[in-house]
Structure formats: C-alpha cells, structure tokens
Nanobody, 124 residues
Framework: QVQLVESGGGLVQAGGSLRLSCAAS????????MGWFRQGPGQQRELVAT???????NYTDSVRGRFTISRDNAKNTVYLQMNNLKPEDTAVYYC??????????????????WGLGTRVTVSS
C-alpha cells in the first residue's frame, strides 16, 4: 500500500507563510495528479490546489495568487507554499495522490491515496 506522510503545518500569524510537504512511499507505483484539500471547522472538505503529472496547476479562487503547488517527481513529493496566510485559511490540510500499482511493467490497478492531514492555524 502507498503511504503519504505530510509535514509543515503549524501556527502562524496572519500574513505569515508555511510550506507543506507530502511524500509518497510504498510498493511499486507511479504517480499521476497530486493535490491538496482542506477542511476548516464546521466546513466541508474543499479542493485547494492540484498539479498534473505534466505540471499543470489549478487553484481554488480563495487561494489563487497566495498559494503555489509544486512537485518533485524524483522524490514522489508534492508541496504547497502558502503565503500571506489569512485566518480563514485555518484548516486541516490533506494531501491527495492519484497513481497506479504495477507488477514489474504490468498494470495492476489505479488508486487514490489520502494523507492523514496536517493542521494549519492562522491567528489574527
């Protein structure tokens, strides 16, 4: 099974920055799209940003211009640089990775893996 390890969450003041990381490891697999979701207090989980295998990015309107998603394919890692943080960014942030399991060069199955979440708290 693929496991995702997230790091970088914490407590910051409004206007500050954080950098989240999510590294995938496990059995033989390849990774396609990666993304970050978040769920604030009393809120539904929402998509924050995605990045395709080719590097194409998308952002939800509320973070566009402040957040940047990137990936390092050699490290099987996705990052979320968060600048000019606002109190409304307070949430648990979850990493999401889409990929494929292989047996040697033979296709086994597609998968979607979730991290356990890392908490981001922005104080005013």
């Amino acid at each position: 099974q693929v496991q995702l390890v997230e790091s970088g969450g914490g407590l910051v003041q409004a206007g500050g920055s954080l950098r989240l990381s999510c590294a995938a490891s496990g059995t033989i697999f390849s990774i396609g799209a990666m993304g970050w979701f978040r769920q604030g207090p009393g809120q539904q989980r929402e998509l924050v940003a995605t990045i395709s295998s080719g590097g194409s990015t998308n952002y939800t309107d509320s973070v566009r211009g402040r957040f940047t998603i990137s990936r390092d394919n050699a490290k099987n890692t996705v990052y979320l640089q968060m600048n000019n943080l606002k109190p409304e960014d307070t949430a648990v942030y979850y990493c999401k990775v889409d990929g494929t399991y292989w047996s040697g060069s033979y296709y086994l199955a597609d998968f979607g893996a979730w991290g356990l979440g890392t908490r981001v708290t922005v104080s005013s």
